[in-house]
């Protein structure tokens, strides 16, 4: 089945550790995205990429990282310097063309004690 | 300003209501919008494109109006199971890509 897998879907990790997220898609899509929603909020916009080896900082960048080596996979590294990195992490594909719907995973819980 | 913006609610609403949402968006060089729904704990899945024409799709109507640069969102005969958070989003060609930004979403909770 093709689609958007984003593991793992519970993560807890202590505080001042990095952590990476993972997202992988066999949708072909050539956009990727990551969200951060934080609770009875929004979707905030991360980070975002085009092409392999090239992305965009969204609205909330500080303290994150990603990478897009490969069309399918675009992760995202939860820095140190993340100061308030509990939330729930949501990655999104869409095909190139504007009008085309985004399909997102089932998200990561990010809980930092 | 944000980009986009919705009132939160809660719209709490008997069964077979007729409920309405607005959302705003600030950057008139976007050009593609959506309404998504989401229910609690889970992502969000698309409700429906919206169009300048209008679309309707059951029970659901969306309209985008781009001189005042809103969207729109109806609801008729409003069921127990369309209780969510309903997320309007919309897409702006940067230099970098496609970018997605989403409103804070508008809770809607359907009572019997």
């Known amino acids: 089945d093709g689609g958007i897998t984003q593991s793992p879907k519970y993560l807890f990790r202590k505080e001042g550790q990095n952590v990476t997220l993972s997202c992988e898609q066999n949708l072909n899509h050539d956009a990727m995205y990551w969200y951060r929603q934080d609770p009875g909020q929004g979707l905030r916009l991360i980070y975002y990429s085009q092409i392999v080896n090239d992305f965009q900082k969204g609205d909330i960048a500080e303290g994150y990282s990603v990478s897009r080596e490969k069309k399918e996979s675009f992760p995202l590294t939860v820095t140190s310097a993340q100061k308030n990195p509990t939330a729930f992490y949501l990655c999104?594909?869409?095909?190139?063309?504007?009008?085309?719907?985004?399909?997102f995973g089932q998200g990561t819980r990010l809980t930092v004690v | 300003r944000k980009e986009v913006e919705q009132d939160p609610g809660p719209f709490n609403v008997p069964e077979g209501a007729t409920v309405a949402f607005n959302c705003t968006y600030s950057n008139s060089a976007s050009q593609s919008f959506f309404w998504y729904r989401q229910d609690c704990r889970k992502e969000p899945k698309l409700l429906m494109s919206v169009y300048s024409s209008g679309n309707e799709d059951g029970r659901f109507t969306a309209q985008l109006n781009r001189a005042s640069q809103y969207i729109s969102l109806l609801i008729r005969d409003s069921k127990l199971s369309d209780s969510a958070t309903y997320l309007c989003v919309v897409i702006t060609i940067t230099g970098g890509g496609n970018k997605l930004t989403f409103g804070t979403g508008t809770q809607l909770k359907v009572e019997l």
């Open positions: 999104a594909s869409k095909k190139d063309q504007g009008g085309t719907e985004a399909f």
